[in-house]
């Protein structure tokens, strides 16, 4: 998209790329923040009924988080089917396994220098590869990209 728009877009599509591209990251921390709380509590010596009601408190936060953020971007509600759908482990999780891998595929990219069939074709190598060897492959990648921002 940003490609698309540096292109053939306007001033005012690039300013709503950005303030959408905002708001989706906003969004991906709120639920980052609840995995990993949630992922403390778990790890916790807590008795199963406290974790139980910790976990329904830090859903809870969340869907607060939500309305603050909601509120904070005008009470635009793009993402309202979503949690009106509700919060729960697999949700979180699904998100996770595909927003972590975002800055791998952007490294990747970057070491392709931009260009989009030499990097289909690693991603289509790395498609063969066994799980453990393809996610070692794509950390690497986003290490790299890490290192480069900072």
């Known amino acids: ?12 599509e690039w300013r709503q790329y950005q ?8 969004f991906q921390q709120l639920l980052a923040n609840t995995r990993d709380r949630l992922a403390r509590l778990y790890a916790s010596a807590s008795a199963d009924e ?10 809870a936060d969340a869907a ?11 009470g635009y509600a793009g993402y309202d089917p979503w949690m009106a759908r509700g919060l729960n482990n697999a949700r979180l999780a699904s998100l996770a396994t595909y927003h972590d891998l975002v800055p791998a595929f952007q490294g990747l990219l970057t070491a392709t220098g931009g260009d989009l069939p030499a990097f289909y074709a690693r991603v289509r190598v790395l498609g063969g590869l066994p799980a453990a060897e393809r996610l070692a492959r794509l950390e690497d990648y986003s290490v790299r990209v890490q290192a480069v921002r900072q």
Request: charged share 35%.
């Open 1 to 12: 998209m940003r490609r698309w728009l540096g292109r053939h877009g306007t001033d005012e």
């Open 50 to 59: 406290a974790k139980s009601r910790a976990k329904a408190g830090i859903f």
């Open 19 to 26: 303030e959408q591209a905002a708001r989706g990251a906003a």
């Open 64 to 74: 607060r988080d939500y309305a603050d953020l909601k509120a904070s971007w005008g």
